[in-house]
């Protein structure tokens, strides 16, 4: 079973960057994504961030050009650099995997337990 873990939340200051990371852990799996969302109180999770096995990665628009996803293989990682940090990035942030090689009568999808990020002047 996979296992997820984030890391790396925090409260700053706008303008200021944060970078959240998930490791991995359980046993060795292929994943076809690996995402960050992120979810606000009264609001559903939405994604903020995704890389697939090829390495291609999507953002949302509300953080093209200051968030960066990437993948650290060596460590059974992923992360996601946040700059320019503004107040409505607040939230808590879900890391999430989707396998490529779970069996019929496995569930694909595991989700970290989250780690709150606060932007606030």
């Known amino acids: 079973q996979v296992r997820l873990v984030e890391s790396g939340g925090g409260s700053v200051h706008p303008g200021e960057s944060l970078t959240l990371t998930c490791t991995t852990s359980?046993?060795?799996?292929?994943?076809?994504?690996m995402d960050w969302y992120r979810q606000t109180p009264g609001n559903q999770r939405e994604l903020v961030a995704r890389i697939n096995d090829g390495g291609a990665t999507n953002y949302a628009d509300f953080v093209l050009g200051r968030f960066t996803i990437a993948t650290d293989k060596s460590k059974n990682s992923f992360s996601l650099q946040m700059t320019n940090l503004k107040p409505e990035d607040s939230g808590a942030y879900y890391c999430?995997?989707?396998?490529?090689?779970?069996?019929?009568?496995?569930?694909?999808?595991?989700w970290g337990q989250g780690t709150q990020v606060t932007v606030s002047s």
């Open positions: 359980g046993g060795i799996y292929r994943f076809s994504a």
């Open positions: 999430h995997t989707l396998r490529s090689d779970a069996y019929y009568w496995e569930n694909p999808d595991s």
